[in-house]
């Protein structure tokens, strides 16, 4: 392991505390009338904030009719004490002088003067007259990472240590009156408030326990620079904040994670069909299994910690690998769908990225065989990492979209396994490691008249397997209903559950495609993932749709099987409606869960 930068201290300085209710109670509960109050009320009731601090508190004294220069001064007043004091706890914890330092950085977006918070703190904390400064501002809270990012990169390349102080004071920039009713200023009074922090960052000390700054990254996305905004006005600072911005930062963490994490040679390892579209916290509150689980477990056993925002108030739930002190709370939330709270923050289990991957397909006589073939696979303990048994139909399917339908199934018929069913095996993991995995999987799988068909089947499924759902809405816009439903249960009861849906779903449709395949293994059990393809009823897709679900729900709970939270019938339903009233021509599509 390399060198890295430390945080050696910090420290935290807070202007006097205010109740969020009392705030409401007595000053912004006063602003508003009618429905907006009612809204209003709700924002900051829901805000998940109870109580803030405020170097100007509207209880005392109603700063929303200064002048932009009256609050600028008044922001020197109030930020160089706090500042002080914030970076002088910092400097204690991390056991310097201030005259030690080699770069003194300050982040601030809500107060601008010259001499500013960089000159008068070096002064008045003694910092010694080379010290290099650097003022970041405009930026919003987001300036503390690049503003790491660059004390850390002094620190590497100088080997000195570096100061770095965040002060925001966000109370002094209370609009006006006439712009309190918009939404967005209700939403940014109702959560922003005042602080200061302080971090020192020294070269790597062997000898502390300390956080190491391994590296800071980051992703720009030009297209939604208008979701938050930071105008200066006559009347101070003025906040715009979208309802968007939680979509924007979900849309991209996943990716800038995995990145972040392949650099360092990690992985999550968590790669469910809808990765491309899909949220950390989605994956944590549909318990998503993704298509690696047999080997990297779901998504919930990838779970340490979860914080979440509840009416009651946020809980961080977990920290420790197992506990005996009562129930695991956080099994609560994952799963839930949001119906207990909203889950903010997860740390998460990852392991190294495999060295190898080996990826085969196998072909069987029948399902029943193959099934048997996995059941041994993971009960003798040599399960692969990735298993998909594909049953008749959707090994038909598959070979015709590969375009080696004939090729393929003739080869099947001379090897006996004419209406044979494709296994796609998966091994990941360290070279000599897989190699012995693999030969014992074989074994098994050759047992149980299984004939391996090679690697390029295999990795071809890899490179493809989330194009599905594009192919999906292409059959949408051909007049297609397509329908996805998932479900899981005992070994011996998986033949009759499987021949049970495809019943259902037969008697509900009129000449439908349904297929079906077998994934994320477990001692006891596997699940079974079902897709059905019919003509779509133009005049009554819903009801169509409504009648398919019924007869494949009822099924399913008739064999004692569970209905995945991925199939949650009312989610779908929603989606269903809102896809119809947008787009005609698509009358009959649902968002699939993490599969």
């Not at 009074?189 to 956080?211: G, I, M």
């Not at 060295?355 to 040599?382: C, H, K, M, N, W």
């Not at 399913?556 to 005609?584: F, Y």
Request: aromatic share 6%; with cysteine; hydrophobic share 45%.
């Amino acid at each position: 392991m390399g060198s890295y930068p430390t945080i050696a201290g910090v420290g935290v300085a807070l202007p006097p505390a205010v109740r969020q209710d009392d705030l409401w109670a007595g000053y912004f509960g006063r602003q508003h009338t009618g429905a907006r109050r009612v809204l209003a009320e709700r924002i900051f009731a829901n805000a998940g904030v109870r109580t803030r601090q405020a170097a100007v508190s509207p209880l005392l004294e109603d700063v929303s009719d200064w002048s932009t220069e009256r609050r600028m001064r008044r922001y020197q007043v109030e930020a160089v004490p706090l500042g002080k004091e914030a970076a002088s706890r910092a400097l204690t914890d991390a056991g310097l002088a201030a005259d030690e330092l080699g770069l003194f950085a300050v982040c601030s977006c809500t107060g601008y003067a010259t001499p500013g918070l960089d000159i008068l703190l070096a002064r008045d904390l003694g910092m010694a007259a080379d010290v290099r400064r650097l003022f970041v501002g405009h930026m919003g809270c987001y300036a503390a990472l690049p503003g790491l990012g660059t004390a850390a990169d002094f620190v590497l390349a100088q080997g000195r240590p570096a100061l770095l102080l965040c002060a925001e004071l966000t109370s002094l920039h209370l609009q006006p009156p006439a712009l309190r009713a918009d939404i967005q200023q209700i939403v940014s009074h109702a959560l922003f408030s005042d602080a200061a922090a302080a971090v020192v960052v020294t070269p790597s000390n062997k000898t502390r326990l300390a956080y190491a700054v391994r590296e800071v990254a980051a992703v720009t996305d030009s297209t939604t620079a208008d979701h938050m905004t930071w105008e200066v006005t006559d009347r101070g600072f003025r906040m715009g904040l979208s309802p968007r911005v939680p979509d924007v930062l979900a849309a991209h963490v996943r990716k800038v994670v995995d990145d972040l994490l392949a650099r360092h040679g990690l992985t999550l390892g968590h790669s469910p069909q809808s990765a491309e579209f899909a949220t950390i916290g989605g994956y944590a509150a549909t318990r998503s299994a993704g298509q690696s689980s047999t080997g990297y477990g779901r998504f919930d056993d990838l779970v340490v910690e979860l914080r979440v925002a509840t009416p009651a108030g946020s809980l961080t739930l977990g920290r420790a690998p197992r506990s005996a002190a009562g129930p695991d709370l956080r099994h609560v939330f994952l799963g839930s769908e949001g119906a207990f709270g909203v889950i903010t923050e997860a740390t998460l289990r990852v392991r190294a990225i495999p060295e190898t991957l080996s990826y085969e397909a196998f072909s069987f006589p029948a399902f029943a065989g193959g099934l048997a073939a996995i059941r041994a696979l993971v009960q003798d303990g040599v399960a692969p990492d990735v298993v998909r048994l594909s049953d008749v139909d959707e090994t038909r399917a598959n070979l015709v979209l590969a375009g080696t339908g004939p090729v393929a199934r003739g080869y099947l018929r001379a090897r006996g396994h004419g209406a044979g069913c494709i296994a796609i095996l998966g091994w990941e993991g360290d070279r000599r490691v897989v190699r012995a995995r693999r030969g014992l999987g074989r074994r098994v799988v050759r047992g149980h008249g299984g004939i391996l068909l090679g690697s390029g089947p295999g990795q071809a499924w890899r490179r493809e397997r989330y194009a599905a759902p594009y192919l999906r809405d292409r059959l949408l816009d051909v007049g297609l209903l397509v329908e996805t439903l998932e479900t899981a249960t005992s070994w011996s009861a998986l033949p009759a559950l499987h021949e049970a849906i495809r019943a259902a779903l037969r008697s509900a449709l009129e000449r439908p495609l349904v297929m079906s395949h077998v994934s994320h293994l477990y001692p006891t059990g596997a699940s079974l993932y079902v897709t059905v393809l019919a003509d779509r009823d133009d005049a009554d897709p819903v009801g169509q749709w409504q009648r398919a679900k019924d007869a494949a729900s009822a099924a399913i709970v008739s064999a004692g099987a569970t209905i995945s939270p991925a199939a949650n019938m009312a989610r779908k339903l929603a989606a269903i409606r809102m896809v119809i009233a947008r787009t005609p021509a698509c009358a009959v599509t649902a968002a699939s869960g993490p599969s």
